[in-house]
């Protein structure tokens, strides 16, 4: 896996600063760096938004289809970019518009949803076959590889990246305000349908940045985990939002160091068992601090 | 037997050699069964609003599998070992209030992950150099390399997934649709919902075989929710929802028996998708769908 370094065989030695020094030798290692805070940051601001609307599953559905529009990108012979951020917007306004109109009003919509995803992951595999002989491919779409990024790509990831915090901190209140309570918020006038549909929006591109980095089924690690780490550590919103973004840039930067030295392990891997370690740890820590015997049901 | 007068109708559509073919006898003989058991379980799973617990289980059939196949013993093992213990343990964690999506996906994020390492440590194993496509058919299933034994297996615990469905079918309708009410006139809603949970464990194991991990969702989610747009009566919706599996099932590998260049989970999520989308179309504005509990 590592035949980009070199051939040169990483050792891990007890000086940690010469190991990062030496990690940080090689171009592609520093753009995996750069990528991976750039897609942290966002995948932080986006999923604190998605565990307070409780849309983890739209985020799960909006990550996968992420999948098929790399694929069909592939076999058309475009950038998987383009595919990646084309399906996520589409299926985004699909799964808006199917949505009725009571702000997070569910019903007849996980059916929507799961139908939308699994239909989608079908309709990938089915551009793998037609392009044939792209197994290997299949498995660095679905579970990423963090070794091909370039500084093009990393500057694209920037780019989009800026625009969706831009847009993401113009609606932040009323937002925030939607998404605690969306019927008094309809009623104050905030037009909670469309800050729906747009927020869906901005989760897909987030969602399309980071299955660059992850793959597509592994995106949802990184949108759901460090937030809702964050929201057990504290509930005032700002405090959280900044912490979710600080944990998932540090889980993210620590499973990039482990891959490297542990080249015959995905990155996948670390980075889901780091965010799940970090959730056991602020579950953890919460029941210590509330007394055990005051509050039974501590773990959610 | 069921499946036998579903085989029967879709042969009796002119395409009397598409049953000369071993793999296709065999691939109706798990299909068909697996079908109409994952409509009626879906049907209840999009009532009780856990297809998101049904989309966590699929994730974790496809680590079961790899993780199996990791180790060297049948998949089929870690695929049911897996489910099963995934859905007990959601199930003791369930009704705690708010929180619940977060910690499924927080649960399945992880269990995905372990998922990649049982990928990568069984690509670099020997066994991976006789099975190269192995993760890929768990991913996405392979109907048409099912053996005779392993169809007929598939079969006979499809049939008996439906019976259990069947008969627990008029308590858990009355603890989905009122979950209160069904508590007070003596119905054991938790045991209910967990022994449900472990169900859909089971089933997501058995559709996993069909149409592979990562699509089972669409026929757990598609023939229910278009059953519950056509319908409001819960009865006439869970045999609905059945049969539209099924049929999807049937139409699908039939579609990719002619169609070599699609693949036979392609065919039956494309006819599920493709009905479920259809009655947006035809249902009349006016009319609501059955009323889904709400997910709290």
């Known amino acids: 896996m590592l035949t980009a370094a070199g051939g040169l065989e990483p050792r891990l030695t007890w000086n940690l600063v010469q190991d990062v020094r030496q990690t940080l030798e090689f171009p592609f290692m520093v753009n995996a760096f750069r990528a991976g805070f750039i897609v942290a940051v966002l995948s932080g601001l986006v999923g604190w938004f998605m565990v307070l609307r409780r849309e983890s599953f739209a985020g799960h559905t909006l990550a996968i289809v992420g999948f098929p529009g790399a694929a069909g990108a592939v076999l058309i012979g475009v950038s998987a970019t383009y595919g990646l951020f084309a399906f996520a917007l589409v299926a985004a306004v699909l799964i808006g518009v199917t949505r009725g109109s009571g702000g997070r009003g569910y019903g007849a919509q996980p059916a929507v949803i799961g139908t939308i995803q699994a239909f989608a992951l079908a309709c990938g595999f089915l551009f793998v076959n037609i392009y044939g002989g792209f197994l290997s491919g299949t498995t660095a779409l679905l579970f990423g590889s963090f070794l091909g990024i370039t500084p093009d790509q990393v500057a694209v990831l920037a780019v989009v990246a800026v625009i969706v915090s831009i847009v993401l901190a113009a609606i932040a209140r009323p937002l925030l305000f939607a998404s605690v309570d969306a019927d008094v918020a309809q009623a104050r006038g905030v037009p909670v349908r469309i800050l729906s549909i747009t927020f869906l929006v901005l989760l897909g591109c987030a969602a399309a940045e980071v299955s660059q980095m992850t793959g597509t089924l592994l995106v949802f690690a990184l949108l759901v985990v460090p937030a809702a780490t964050a929201q057990v550590w504290t509930p005032r919103p700002f405090a959280s939002a900044v912490l979710t973004v600080v944990i998932g840039v540090c889980v993210t930067w620590l499973s990039l160091f482990a891959a490297y030295y542990s080249s015959s392990y995905p990155i996948g891997f670390f980075l889901t068992s780091f965010a799940f370690a970090a959730y056991l740890l602020a579950n953890g820590w919460r029941r210590l601090r509330d007394h055990p015997a005051s509050r039974p049901g501590a773990l959610v | ?296």
């Open chain 2, 1 to 296: 037997m069921i499946a036998a007068g579903a085989v029967s109708a879709a042969a009796g559509t002119g395409l009397t050699e598409i049953l000369g073919h071993d793999f296709m006898r065999h691939a109706f003989l798990a299909g068909v069964p697996i079908a109409l058991a994952a409509g009626a379980v879906g049907y209840f799973m999009v009532l009780r609003s856990q297809v998101f617990t049904g989309d966590a289980l699929s994730h974790v059939a496809f680590t079961g599998a790899l993780g199996a196949l990791a180790f060297g013993v049948d998949p089929r093992l870690g695929l049911f070992a897996a489910t099963v213990l995934v859905s007990v343990i959601l199930g003791m964690l369930g009704h705690r209030g708010r929180s619940d999506d977060v910690v499924i996906g927080t649960v399945f994020a992880w269990v995905l992950g372990l998922g990649v390492l049982a990928l990568s440590i069984y690509a670099s194993s020997d066994r991976a150099a006789a099975n190269g496509a192995a993760g890929v058919n768990v991913l996405f299933g392979s109907i048409f390399g099912l053996s005779r034994s392993q169809a007929t297996a598939a079969a006979s615990v499809a049939v008996l997934l439906l019976l259990v469905a069947v008969a627990i079918a008029r308590p858990l309708l009355f603890a989905s649709l009122d979950e209160a009410v069904a508590a007070a006139r003596g119905v054991h809603v938790r045991a209910l919902g967990v022994g449900f949970l472990i169900i859909v464990g089971v089933t997501a194991a058995e559709a996993t075989q069909a149409v592979g991990a990562l699509l089972l969702l669409g026929l757990l989610a598609a023939p229910a929710g278009a059953a519950q747009r056509l319908t409001d009566r819960p009865y006439a919706a869970l045999v609905l929802s059945s049969l539209l599996a099924a049929a999807s099932m049937a139409l699908g590998l039939t579609a990719s028996y002619l169609l070599p260049k699609v693949p036979p989970s392609f065919g039956i999520l494309a006819v599920a998708s493709g009905v479920y989308a259809a009655t947006f179309v035809v249902t009349p504005r006016g009319r609501r769908p059955a009323p889904a509990m709400p997910s709290r």
